[in-house]
């Protein structure tokens, strides 16, 4: 009895993977990007792009264990939220007072200490912000944010079309 449970059992996880869920990947350089739009610090980059990218832009570099179902399907959703709320990726398309407002949110989750979410960082170490590296997301987005509403314009990436329109 308890063998032809296991190898039913075995069958349905054999059948799960047959369901993969869609991934995020993208390899374009969108002109919409944050970095690519406002002038940002390379230090601040590099801390976003380790450890809110994954699931904060239209490119994640995925784990080997989201092949194996339901794991992926659990990770592809928290991924698919997290875009949803806010994507670096498409970040100019959000008007003056939203990226403003998701600046905000971003200095609130850096103090709260409540991103990335907690199972990212089990299997991602880099993922572990020090209270250093939180403080300074923080400044910046509340930087960024107060300078966008007073001065967008002072606060393009020189590169940026909209920076080259107005200069
Ligand atoms: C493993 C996936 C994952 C990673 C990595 C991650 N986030 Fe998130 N993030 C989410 C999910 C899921 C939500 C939605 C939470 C909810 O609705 O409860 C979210 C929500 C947010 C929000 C709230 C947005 C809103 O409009 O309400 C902010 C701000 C945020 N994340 C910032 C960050 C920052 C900054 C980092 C990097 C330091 C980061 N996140 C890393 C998954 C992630």
């Known amino acids: 009895m308890a063998k032809k449970i296991f190898y039913i059992l075995l069958v349905l996880f054999a059948i799960l993977q047959l369901f993969q869920p869609d991934r995020n990947l993208s390899s374009e350089n969108l002109k919409t990007e944050l970095a690519n739009h406002y002038a940002i610090p390379d230090s601040v980059e590099v801390l976003l792009n380790t450890t809110c990218y994954d699931c904060h832009s239209n490119n994640t570099d995925y784990p080997w264990f989201v092949n194996v179902q339901p794991i992926g399907w659990y990770v592809q959703s928290k991924i698919n939220k ?83 329109a107005t200069n």
């Not at 709260?112 to 209270?131: Q, R, V």
């Open 82 to 164: 997290g875009k949803a709320k806010l994507n670096f990726s498409e970040f100019a398309n959000f008007d003056k007072k939203e990226a403003a407002d998701k600046l905000n949110d971003i200095e609130n989750v850096m103090n709260k200490n409540s991103m990335p979410i907690n199972a990212y960082s089990w299997y991602n170490k880099d993922a572990a912000l020090t209270i250093e590296q939180r403080e300074m997301i923080a400044k910046w987005a509340a930087n960024l944010s107060k300078q966008i509403l007073k001065d967008s314009t002072a606060v393009l990436n020189p590169n940026s079309s909209l920076y080259k």
